[in-house]
């Protein structure tokens, strides 16, 4: 069993429609990160979280240290937001990031 | 700089060659993580770094790879005689402190043929 489990692996919406990826995780944790990639393969750092939530812009990143699950939300969905979005978590100061396996989303008009 | 810049974007050695990957990380950022990234979303941590200091390596093939952040330079990850199994993408990602928000480069592919 992964120390990180996301879910759905895929998903596809209508643009417009609300989306939710979950991540659990089995392990303590400093900090937990959401990654979004691009089929042209770069990286972006979204969110790092330790407690509580965030937004930016349509994005709102949930983390429940208790229950060691985050949730990441798009709201009006659109289709460049079409991206492999990755949960990842550091179980310690400075250490190495330890990757789910990635939800695949595709937004269509 | 304001983003973590690695070169070459695409690099294609044939096997047993040599392969040299940099990362610039971004100014002011202390942390350098070199990940491989192999199929489609499997990460796999290989070494970071605090300033030129090795700070884990425990994910590093001891035998054919290396990696150094020297002062004043791109930090780099080399492959002594590649193998068809070092194909990936390889990304490196900086942070401010250990427990600043990781920043990732663009990546390098690595195709060995």
């Known amino acids: 069993k992964n120390e990180v489990e996301q879910s759905p692996q895929n998903l596809t919406a209508q643009e417009g429609e609300f989306i939710t990826i979950n991540c659990s995780y089995s392990?303590?944790?400093?900090?937990l990160h959401w990654l979004q990639q691009h089929p042209g393969g770069g990286i972006v750092s979204l969110f790092m979280?330790?407690?509580g939530k965030k937004k930016h812009g349509r994005l709102i990143a949930t983390i429940n240290i208790q229950e060691k699950h985050s949730s990441l939300h798009i709201t009006a969905s659109h289709p460049r937001d079409s991206a492999v979005y990755i949960c990842?978590?550091?179980?310690?100061?400075?250490?190495?990031?330890?990757f789910g396996t990635g939800t695949r989303l595709q937004v269509t008009l | 700089g304001e983003e973590v810049a690695q070169t070459p974007k695409h690099l294609v050695r044939g096997e047993g060659q040599k392969a040299k990957l940099y990362c610039a990380p971004i100014?002011?950022?202390?942390?350098v993580f070199w990940y491989q990234q192999v199929l489609k979303n499997e990460f796999k941590f290989l070494i970071s770094?605090?300033?030129?200091?090795?700070?884990?390596e425990t994910g590093m093939p001891k035998e054919r790879f290396s990696a150094k952040c020297l002062p004043n330079s791109p930090c780099s990850l080399e492959i002594q005689a590649t193998k068809l199994e070092d194909s990936a993408v390889y990304f490196c990602?900086?942070?401010?402190?250990?427990?600043?928000?990781?920043?990732f480069g663009q990546g390098t592919r690595l195709t060995v043929v």
């Open positions: 979280l330790s407690s």
């Open positions: 770094f605090q300033n030129e200091n090795v700070f884990d």
């Open positions: 990842a978590v550091r179980t310690g100061t400075a250490s190495k990031l330890t």
């Open positions: 990602a900086s942070s401010q402190g250990g427990t600043g928000q990781a920043f």
């Open positions: 100014k002011g950022h202390s942390y």
């Open positions: 392990v303590g944790i400093s900090a």
